[in-house]
């Protein structure tokens, strides 16, 4: 079985530029959550959608968003980018109703020039 | 919020057991401890949870004090292809989201 699959693997971006982000979860997994992790530090919470829907988001700026499609594959996106948005971008994809499992894709990494 | 803290890093020989530390005192009676390892260039991966008991898997052991203010992840004999970080991990509600709050995490090194 493919694992959660991320694309592109690598992205260089200019500051003010807009970025889209994909990831594709494991068959039969219905919840995508997204993560931002900054050289040298753990993950970071931004989204988690179940069902197409928000579940909740983390302490981002609105410049982040986010959409959950009818195959569970979601995306994110994000405006404005500024130097700090370099970082790996986590998905993870889990369960409905488990806290254990979630498995991560390998991540985008972004750099903003 | 309920946090972890571990330390920056450990070192352990190959073939030997590392017990890798844990502590999360504001830790409430029904939250899971998780252990997630992230390897190089790669995204975390679970290792295992608990909530009360010591808990055994293919991977490693997970030994929960008593009174679950800590937590000890033992890995019964090191290989270098466990030299990663090491995250101990609370989940908490942000909405109606689940979330994996990670600390820094302890990296591993494994000497051969």
């Known amino acids: 079985d493919a694992g959660v699959t991320q694309s592109p693997t690598h992205l260089i971006k200019t500051r003010g530029q807009q970025v889209t982000l994909r990831c594709s979860p494991i068959?039969?997994?219905?919840?995508v959550s997204w993560y931002q992790q900054v050289l040298g530090q753990g993950p970071q919470f931004i989204f988690q959608y179940y069902e197409k829907e928000e579940r909740g988001r983390g302490n981002f700026p609105d410049r982040f968003s986010a959409r959950q499609f009818p195959n569970y594959s979601s995306e994110l996106n994000v405006n404005a980018l500024l130097l700090g948005d370099s970082a790996l971008y986590l998905c993870a994809s889990s369960p409905q109703g488990t806290d254990y499992g979630y498995t991560f894709g390998s991540g985008t990494r972004l750099t903003v020039v | 919020d309920a946090k972890t803290t571990q330390p920056n890093s450990m070192e352990s020989n190959e073939e030997e057991p590392v017990h890798l530390p844990c502590n999360h005192s504001t830790i409430s009676g029904t939250d899971y401890i998780h252990w997630y390892r992230q390897l190089p260039s790669q995204g975390p991966e679970y290792v295992i949870h608990g909530l009360t008991s010591n808990v055994n898997n293919r991977m490693a052991s997970l030994a929960i004090a008593e009174d679950r203010k800590s937590s000890t992840l033992i890995l019964h004999r090191a290989t270098l292809r466990d030299a990663a970080v090491y995250y101990c991990?609370?989940?908490?509600?942000?909405?109606?989201?689940?979330?994996?709050?990670f600390g820094s995490g302890t990296q591993l090194t494994v000497l051969p």
């Open positions: 991990i609370l989940i908490i509600s942000s909405g109606s989201a689940r979330q994996l709050t």
């Open positions: 068959s039969g997994h219905k919840s």
